[in-house]
């Protein structure tokens, strides 16, 4: 099919019936929907503003979690590396590797998550242009590793703001498969609580200017209680949510493909 | 009919039968999209970077040619305005009277353009949030004209770049009917030859993001020889491309009024 | 001498005994520490962001008071205007004429206070770069005024701050007398209530940071009582701070003369 | 003494004999100037925008190079570290370690840093506001070490652009020690070759502002060639001006105790 795929799930894996749930909930919407899905989960959240906020359940054990999410339906999955010997630990049990956007300038772990011929999922950094990202995917395809993506999760816009520049979307596309990641564009960072805020109202917004200019995959992050979740819950979408959500961008992007 | 508006023409009223040429040729195409069309057309530049551009060919003239325009093709149309004497002025030739987004702020040409009773598009200032035109809006209706929209046209990022931040739709219908202006969203500003740039290439990109989130209405300067405009020609569309972008968002708003 | 400049006063004239107190003030700290001083204050504010925002007393009569300040105290002042007919009445009263920064695009209000052949004080729109002032400076210049400097007063830094770029100062220099706006420069726009916030315990920062990198002249709203200010209260300086900020600065304008 | 003291070398170590130069030569004018100096050299560079760009002589070969220039001079080195395994090696060789930008977020890379009892000197993120520098500053502290400082290069401003927002120093300065990095401060980053960009003539106008307002120490990464220095070479500033520059920055810092 033409359609777009979904990387989707919780922030981090807070557990094995938690992940399988999510897990079971998209699978069933994206069949429906027919659109490619992979499951999304952090083994460890490393770049938290405070020391006090949580920070996974534990490398080996969450990593696990990922693997059984797969075979169980079957479908890929994509975990974040933030340490050189991330890169190849995470690549025996997940299929997609992913930069985070604070680290895409690190060469040595870029290079680590090439060099074990997984797909690699360069996030841009909120300080890039969309066109020097074409510098991270080099970085990959150096390593012949041709298997690159890049995810646009918003750019800096003042202290506490972001913003998504869809002029981004085929500027990227022009260099590697590009997906649109709507609940970190819709951060608000460096709030005075040391808590990154959000404005979770505006997701169907974003996802829909990245449908109809063709975005590649969309990125969402999503829970059956956001408010609840251990990390990034200011923008997480309702699990509730995703099925209408999903439903009108693939209406939108049957036009856009019939254009 | 439930599809969205243009207002469409040159930037600047250069002759009347160039002005006529372009309406012409508008109508022809809006009609058959059944697109409601008000043509555009500035009778003076009063903002330009450097004291040797163009500023108009003469402001009763210019504003004479915009009525024929009215009549021929018995199309509405709106102008600019710059200081409180020209509301009056402009509102005896045309129907809607526009603030530029650099006079968003001046109160009292916002109430001069009110007072005429004619329909009044605030431009959002390139130094505004969406949120704070909500005040601009209220300045119109206190003066008992409920005839207000707001068009927005971009927002400063860094010196020589503009970007469009979609979450302004959704925030400014609240309050308004809106518009986006996908010409001056892609401006350059701040160049150092004194003559703003542009990315032109991008318009079909920000004019579907926009239809795509219900925007009302679409703002876009087309000329049949952009090179040569005597004014913005960096982000004009070219008229021959015209039909071909508006079709395309007719069958994007079609699906999106299904949803 | 070789000391900075003055600019300073009231934001709005609110009434004769109020000027005259605050720029009896002013003189007595800026003759003890000998800088040149010119009395600033506005005759009427056209750009207030709400429409019930106090607009000015009434222009001839404001006129008049900045007079009997210039007269009293053997003082220049300064006032800014907002429309092409404000230029030759204004040119009556005052020494400098200041173009608003939102206006600072509109080459007929440039044009109008350049032919009065007064000073005419150009502030940077918080929307343009240091550079790109050279245009404007030369609309001043191209009319035979060579009498001609800007003021930077801060660029939008997302919707809801501003920044000074201090790069700005020696770029400007290099064409105009620059002068740094501290009161403006710490505002903080776009504020939901529909009144502009402040730093106001900032103004010596930035201050310092341009007397130290040779700025010609400072511009500073103060008043006896800012909380009652009827405008930009949220940044003026109080007046009782006056002389013991000067006197810092002057200590430190000293030194790097002497380097 | 109360003057500001100074971190400043290479950027990237390139061999023994080209760091011993630039320390005997630092030394000795910091030594005149009475200015504390630490010698800062990177070990490693793992975050360029290029694959083929220099990325150091090898870990442990520069590390004792490091060791070398600290025993010969009997001056303090600084160092940063990009891993968690990088704290302890570093930490073997040098007395401060310093967390790089783009990392600051990365808890445990900073914890590690914390738990060496070495001092930490954590930049500020080009997309951190000054305000959120104190969560990162407490990850420290919470590891029971209190020798924390952070250094401020700069905040994104556009995709091609930096900017000093001066307000941050005092801000900062409330809970740690604060640095100015002149050099970083002054990138022009994303831009096209890949290679990034500077204005080294603002480097004087950068520091200065720091210095007047009381900023604790300055980084300035100089060479003897900065046009073949094998990284950074855009903003460095050439060691024949060093003496000039801190000459002028001491008198200017004696001025401002004394106020």
Chains 1, 2, 3, 4 share one sequence.
Do not use: W
């Not at 770049?47 to 059984?68: P, Q, V, Y």
């Amino acid at each position: 099919s033409n359609n777009f795929f979904l990387l989707a799930g919780p922030c981090a894996i807070e557990g094995e019936e938690m992940a399988l749930r999510i897990a079971e909930k998209v699978v069933e919407i994206t069949n429906k929907l027919e659109i490619p899905y992979v499951f999304k989960g952090s083994f460890k959240k490393a770049n938290r503003s405070r020391i006090d906020s949580f920070t996974g359940m534990g490398d080996e054990k969450a990593l696990k979690i990922l693997r059984k999410v797969s075979e169980t339906f079957e479908i890929p999955t994509i975990t974040d590396i933030h340490e050189i010997s991330d890169a190849k630990m995470a690549a025996e049990y997940v299929d997609i590797l992913q930069i985070p956007a604070f680290l895409v300038r690190q060469t040595d772990l870029v290079v680590a998550a090439a060099e074990t011929g997984k797909v690699v999922n360069l996030k841009k950094g909120q300080f890039m242009s969309p066109e020097s990202m074409k510098h991270a995917v080099t970085k990959v395809t150096d390593c012949n590793n041709e298997q690159v993506m890049v995810t646009d999760r918003g750019t800096m816009f003042g202290y506490q703001d972001m913003i998504v520049d869809f002029r981004g979307i085929p500027t990227m596309r022009e260099f590697a498969p590009t997906v649109l990641d709507v609940t970190h564009s819709l951060q608000q960072p460096n709030q005075s609580s040391g808590v990154t805020g959000g404005r979770p109202e505006m997701i169907e917004t974003i996802a829909r200017a990245g449908i109809v200019n063709k975005v590649d995959g969309l990125f969402i992050e999503t829970h059956f209680d956001p408010a609840n979740a251990k990390s990034d819950g200011a923008n997480m979408l309702d699990l509730n949510y995703l099925e209408k959500l999903l439903g009108n961008l693939v209406a939108i992007r049957k036009t856009v493909n019939s254009l």
